[in-house]
DNA sequence: TTGATTCTGAAATAAACGTTTCAGAATCAA
DNA sequence: TTGATTCTGAAACGTTTATTTCAGAATCAA
């Protein structure tokens, strides 16, 4: 038998996540990766992959935490009405509380277009994200918490769609007040 | 006296900032420039300047452009109503109509945390956009068109952040049809 | 035509890029 | 301790990067 790996793959790949993070794909270089990992170059190779390999991990990486997070976030309350005020209510903390981007918006923008794996790894997270908000939205509406006249995906999606323009007025601007009142009116539009 | 230059500056600037918008500004190199503008490495060095303020020039030429035409498409509707259900419907069509990103929100993301002076010229424009907006809204409002229980600038926020929405829908699913849809429920949400 | 000036093309620069290689240290079952 | 295996560090690979340099062609007033 031979010596095995030392290090935490899930550790490091949350490393290299958060310097795509904030560089995003194309600025990030294979010494920033290593400088933040502290791994060597060898082992990023022989373990992880190339660059583009380890970026899809990260990705994977963040949905993952992200999805797992909300998923408990939504469970705590009873209401989907109030689960829902309470998820929209987080985002909109959420996008005014770091200054860097947001890694899933960048990279949306930055590399999908141009790059199909990345694409169809991007359109199925986002697929499974909305799927989950649509389920809570469904409930609000058979509650009767909320009007029925679009369907639930096309609300979910419109819920989903203002995030991202928070995430770009916020970059633009860093007025956290105005975040937050474009939550309010996204709340109160889709309640009435 | 001596020769004087012999390219259309702002002829060049448009085929550089073609490149841009497919490719983003990390992902694009000199070489790719200079092949696209079909201009010398020397002249451009000499004439526009390095690879970042020839990509401010872009921004600038790319801003200065969707504005006059947003203006003047919107200057045909006498009623307020009208221009901003086609300004919307308008977006909503260009925004499937190609499917390489928007230059504009892909700076937004991918540069704009970390270099504050295109940061600053993109919040400016991005101010600009929103005050013309506003001011075809607070017409609207005036003329009883829409309702009026927000702002005519919190409204205009509101609209274009949708905009952004619908691209990163479109550069995922590419389903025109959704991001039809999507622009019909702004449509319906801000005029009720 | 002259002469000062400016544009142009190609080559050169030095640094950074992603990736590979490999000798040697580390590990662990036998 | 041996021997097979695997990890590690550093160096080297060949490209590509953005930018500069410079000799010569092009221009135009005088």
Same mark, same amino acid.
């Given at each position: 038998?031979?010596?095995? *790996?030392?290090?935490?793959?899930?550790?490091?790949?949350?490393?290299?996540?958060?310097?795509?993070?904030?560089?995003?794909?194309?600025?990030? +270089?294979?010494?920033?990766?290593?400088?933040?990992?502290?791994?060597?170059?060898? +082992?990023?190779?022989?373990?992880?992959?190339?660059?583009?390999?380890?970026?899809?991990?990260?990705?994977?990486?963040?949905?993952?935490?992200?999805?797992?997070?909300?998923?408990?976030? *939504?469970?705590?309350?009873?209401?989907?009405?109030?689960?829902?005020?309470?998820?929209?209510?987080?985002?909109?903390?959420?996008? *005014?509380?770091?200054?860097?981007?947001?890694?899933?918006?960048?990279?949306?923008?930055?590399?999908?277009?141009?790059?199909?794996?990345?694409?169809?790894?991007?359109?199925? &997270?986002?697929?499974?994200?909305?799927?989950?908000?649509?389920?809570?939205?469904?409930?609000?509406?058979?509650?009767?918490?909320?009007?029925? +006249?679009? +369907?639930?995906?096309?609300?979910?999606?419109?819920?989903? &769609?203002?995030?991202?323009?928070?995430?770009?007025?916020?970059?633009?601007?860093?007025?956290?007040?105005?975040?937050?009142?474009?939550?309010?009116?996204?709340?109160? &539009?889709?309640?009435?």
């Amino acid at each position: 038998m031979a010596r095995c *790996v030392e290090f935490n793959e899930v550790e490091k790949i949350e490393k290299a996540m958060n310097v795509f993070w904030e560089k995003g794909y194309n600025a990030t +270089s294979i010494q920033d990766l290593v400088d933040a990992m502290q791994i060597n170059r060898s +082992s990023l190779y022989n373990t992880i992959g190339d660059k583009h390999q380890l970026f899809m991990k990260c990705i994977g990486n963040y949905f993952d935490n992200a999805m797992m997070e909300v998923k408990e976030k *939504v469970s705590k309350y009873s209401s989907a009405k109030e689960a829902l005020i309470n998820l929209i209510t987080d985002k909109a903390g959420w996008i *005014v509380s770091c200054d860097k981007g947001c890694l899933g918006m960048k990279t949306i923008f930055e590399i999908a277009p141009d790059d199909c794996q990345v694409r169809n790894q991007m359109s199925k &997270n986002n697929e499974v994200y909305i799927d989950f908000l649509k389920s809570i939205v469904q409930k609000a509406m058979d509650a009767g918490e909320m009007d029925d +006249s679009e +369907s639930a995906e096309i609300m979910a999606e419109y819920i989903v &769609n203002s995030f991202t323009g928070w995430k770009q007025a916020y970059i633009l601007h860093q007025n956290p007040i105005k975040i937050k009142k474009m939550s309010e009116v996204l709340i109160k &539009n889709i309640f009435k």
